[in-house]
């Protein structure tokens, strides 16, 4: 029975890592392409709209269906059928009421959500184009429930549904919106634009659900159990729930609602420059990453034009241009799910053991491996930023102000990678509530820069990529300290990132150069021009690579972990 019951835990959670790594690729195509079809405005829409439903999302689906699952697992294992039954049963009306009050907000208030939270009145299509998603959040509850089993087929497929209709259906109808011959102004189809592609986000929650209720109810039509166990008043199960979910809810929305914060914040800094800039603001001198020569540039072209509102449109366009790049910056995180995925389960599993020493080589392993794909990724973001950002959105996007924003959220896409791995190594060593402490610090700093620097006419959008590398900087610095002081054989840092943080800068200054160089030759058209990057790129993947075996930055142990990984040693000559 141990046996079984150990390859259903691992069985279940190889289901969850494997559809979660297949929705972050979805996701990435997903919004990758929309950087190219849609415009700055619009894209500030869709991104703005985002943000706040990420808050709402997470808010009602992030604590809940883990108190659920816990909460029915315990059942099953104690026979208390009727109890379980309950649990779910409040559990499913909680969601409901989560679920309208979040429907009700961005639906009926989508207006004022937009004007006064986002900074974007311009937005309110994109809100309301999400708000029947968030109704849908009950499907969390038969997520909860189905895991409790140790099930975790319904929520992979549930999830893979959802990512695939905003895949498809969203990027269609943003095309349909943008070349159909609708009788109304340029500034509306872009607006609505930007709604087609989250209605699809919509959709899928909607089908997503549908899968869910009838695979429930196929299952409990197989379940054949005689129950005689007394269930628990639903206030007593709904306050047990509640004191499971609410920790892990405020934990995870922090940093979504941190984002929103400075969504709205940036906005109002934008705007604020801009009316300046209207009120005859001028004399701003020049400097490294200067933008206020291009802003007022926009500006003029925005007053130009009689559909535009300069300031609002303005502030649209610098902000849209920083939503585009994010795309991009969100990428080499996509890459630590499987990494994190791995950490908890394989710390854990040695701390059973008692083994300190084994543990301690797993989590220095694990942090060496987070930095050899961390380091070089976002090292190669800053070297190459501009000409990156210009092939991922096929040139729709101003590359003179977008490499500068993608340079800078190169170094922190590198440090937010390093923090997803420490922050999983503390919870795999029971240490659970003080990233949440770390995170909050690091996202008042980021809301502190961000509004120092986004108001300043120098900096403006450059000021919320810094306000995000500052945040993750901080968070890296404190995880890094508490694992030093708090976890046993903690690794020894000086080994795992100087060498990746060696080959990384030799790898960015050979494909910066090798650009440079092809840029010359391969330069007119936008194809030789990507021709040039990814030559570029292929040179760093190739200087990198001959680095970490220069370096011998890898040990046996490391590749041990790995799938022939004792063959790839025996190749390499690694001892």
């Not at 208030?109 to 939270?117: D, K, L």
């Not at 190669?380 to 340079?407: E, M, R, W, Y």
């Not at 054989?489 to 800068?505: D, G």
Request: hydrophobic share 50%.
């Amino acid at each position: 029975m141990p046996s079984q019951k150990k390859n259903t835990f691992y069985g279940a959670a190889a289901v969850l890592a494997m559809t979660t790594i297949l929705v972050k690729v979805i996701g990435a195509l997903y919004k990758i392409p929309l950087t190219a079809l849609l415009t700055a405005e619009a894209y500030a829409d869709f991104n703005a709209a985002y943000n706040i439903y990420t808050v709402f999302l997470t808010f009602s689906t992030a604590g809940l269906p883990v108190a659920l699952s816990k909460t029915v697992s315990e059942c099953n294992a104690l026979g208390r059928h009727n109890q379980k039954e309950r649990v779910f049963r409040v559990a499913l009306a909680a969601f409901l009421v989560l679920g309208s009050i979040s429907f009700v907000c961005m639906s009926l208030f989508s207006p004022i959500v937009a004007e006064y939270v986002l900074q974007n009145e311009k937005a309110n299509f994109a809100v309301l184009a999400l708000s029947p998603a968030v109704l849908c959040t009950c499907c969390s509850a038969f997520r909860g429930y189905a895991q409790g089993h140790m099930n975790m087929v319904p929520t992979g497929v549930s999830q893979v549904i959802e990512a695939l209709c905003k895949l498809v259906l969203g990027l269609a109808l943003a095309v349909f919106i943008l070349h159909a011959a609708l009788p109304i102004d340029q500034d509306t189809r872009e607006r609505l634009s930007a709604a087609g592609a989250l209605a699809g986000v919509s959709i899928g929650a909607i089908l997503s659900l549908c899968y869910l209720i009838v695979n429930h109810i196929r299952t409990k039509r197989r379940e054949h159990v005689t129950a005689t166990d007394r269930a628990d008043s639903s206030r007593d199960i709904l306050g047990q729930l509640l004191r499971i979910a609410i920790p892990i809810s405020l934990s995870s929305c922090t940093l979504s609602i941190v984002n929103l914060i400075d969504t709205g914040l940036v906005n109002a800094q934008l705007q604020s420059v801009f009316g300046a800039i209207q009120g005859g603001l001028s004399d701003v001198s020049n400097s490294f990453m200067d933008i206020f020569p291009k802003a007022v540039e926009i500006f003029q072209s925005n007053l130009a034009d009689p559909q535009a509102d300069p300031i609002l449109d303005s502030a649209r366009s610098l902000y849209g241009t920083y939503g585009k790049t994010m795309s991009v910056y969100n990428l080499p995180f996509n890459l630590m799910v499987p990494l994190t995925a791995c950490i908890v389960p394989g710390v854990s599993a040695c701390i059973a053991r008692r083994d300190r020493v084994g543990a301690g080589r797993t989590t220095e392993s694990a942090m060496r491996m987070a930095a050899l794909i961390a380091l070089p990724c976002g090292a190669g973001l800053f070297a190459l930023g501009g000409p990156i950002v210009k092939v991922v959105t096929l040139g729709n996007v101003d590359a003179s102000i977008a490499g500068p924003l993608l340079s800078i959220l190169g170094i922190a896409s590198a440090l937010v990678c390093i923090q997803t791995v420490a922050t999983a190594i503390l919870q795999a060593n029971g240490i659970v509530n003080l990233p949440i402490l770390t995170m909050i610090i690091g996202g008042v700093s980021k809301v502190i820069v961000s509004y120092t620097l986004v108001g300043n006419p120098r900096f403006m959008i450059y000021g919320a990529p810094a306000g995000t590398l500052t945040c993750f900087a901080v968070v890296v610095a404190l995880n890094l300290l508490l694992i030093k002081r708090m976890v046993p054989h903690a690794p020894r840092y000086h080994l795992v990132f100087l060498k990746p943080l060696l080959a990384s800068v030799v790898m960015a200054a050979a494909a910066w150069a090798a650009h440079g160089l092809l840029s010359r030759f391969l330069a007119g058209s936008f194809l030789l021009e990507t021709a040039a990057t990814a030559g570029a790129i292929l040179v760093g993947i190739a200087v990198y690579a001959a680095m970490v075996i220069l370096l011998r930055i890898i040990s046996r142990s490391d590749l041990e972990m790995m799938p022939k990984g004792d063959k790839i040693a025996k190749i390499l000559h690694i001892r």
